[in-house]
């Protein structure tokens, strides 16, 4: 039976990078950010997200993410709410990517919230990333065109990386290409996961 291996870390830790390390060795990779964006297209989140937060956050019919998001990020009522439709969509889209996965061994199942969610609880194992705050704080200045204090506040809202950490199986440090190459080669050796490109 497949495996479940949950990757998490921080905002701007690196995790997609990390994720796609794994993808290179032939490991199929969910990445639930990603998916949810797609899924937050479907008639039936978006009928939901109409009903909750009214006709201001669209556009011509279409939703507009950063006028949500402004909604949600400081209001902690509003972001739960916005979970609630979200999040049961995910996971029963995951369940159904699950299924035509069966056949291999392991598969990587991303998300920034894997403990926030409680959906560590179904992994095998778990992945924490690692990398200095500063560099963190610069990858998402640099990615989201946004400022210092806005990256915080984000930061505010995740776990921080101590309790991902005493909760994980693994951690891969990601300050530098070398010490992520690194992390994995010593995760697919434990898992005895052959190297597609070593």
């Known amino acids: 039976m497949v495996k479940i291996i949950g990757l998490t870390?921080?905002?701007?830790?690196?995790?997609?990078?990390?994720a796609?390390?794994?993808?290179?060795?032939?490991?199929?990779?969910?990445?639930?950010?990603q998916e949810a964006k797609k899924l937050m297209q479907s008639d039936a989140v978006l009928n939901?997200?109409?009903?909750?937060?009214?006709?201001?956050?669209f556009e011509n019919d279409v939703l507009i993410r950063e006028r949500l998001s402004e909604i949600v990020f400081n209001n902690t009522i509003k972001l739960a709410k916005l979970n609630s439709?979200?999040?049961?969509?995910?996971?029963q889209h995951f369940k159904q990517w699950l299924l035509?996965?069966?056949?291999d061994s392991f598969i990587i199942y991303?998300?920034?919230?894997?403990?926030?969610?409680?959906?560590y609880k179904d992994c095998d194992f778990i992945?924490?990333?690692?990398?200095?705050?500063?560099?963190?704080?610069e990858r998402v200045i640099s990615?989201?065109?946004?400022?210092?204090?806005?990256?915080?506040?984000?930061?505010?809202?995740?776990?921080?990386?101590?309790?991902?950490?005493?909760?994980?199986?693994?951690?891969?440090?990601n300050s530098s290409v070398e010490a992520l190459k690194l992390g994995i080669v010593k995760i697919l050796n434990f898992l005895g996961i052959k190297q597609m490109n070593s």
Do not use: C
């Open 20 to 33: 796609n390390e794994f993808a290179s060795h032939g490991i199929p990779v969910y990445i639930t950010d």
């Open 100 to 103: 035509e996965h069966q056949k």
């Open 127 to 137: 992945i924490n990333v690692v990398t200095p705050l500063e560099i963190r704080i």
């Open 143 to 173: 990615r989201d065109k946004t400022t210092r204090n806005k990256v915080l506040e984000r930061m505010k809202n995740q776990w921080n990386d101590e309790d991902k950490s005493s909760k994980s199986d693994f951690i891969i440090d």
């Open 48 to 57: 939901q997200i109409r009903e909750e937060f009214g006709e201001s956050v």
């Open 110 to 119: 991303e998300s920034a919230i894997l403990f926030e969610s409680g959906s």
């Open 9 to 18: 870390g921080g905002i701007g830790s690196g995790k997609t990078t990390v």
């Open 85 to 91: 439709i979200v999040h049961p969509a995910v996971k």
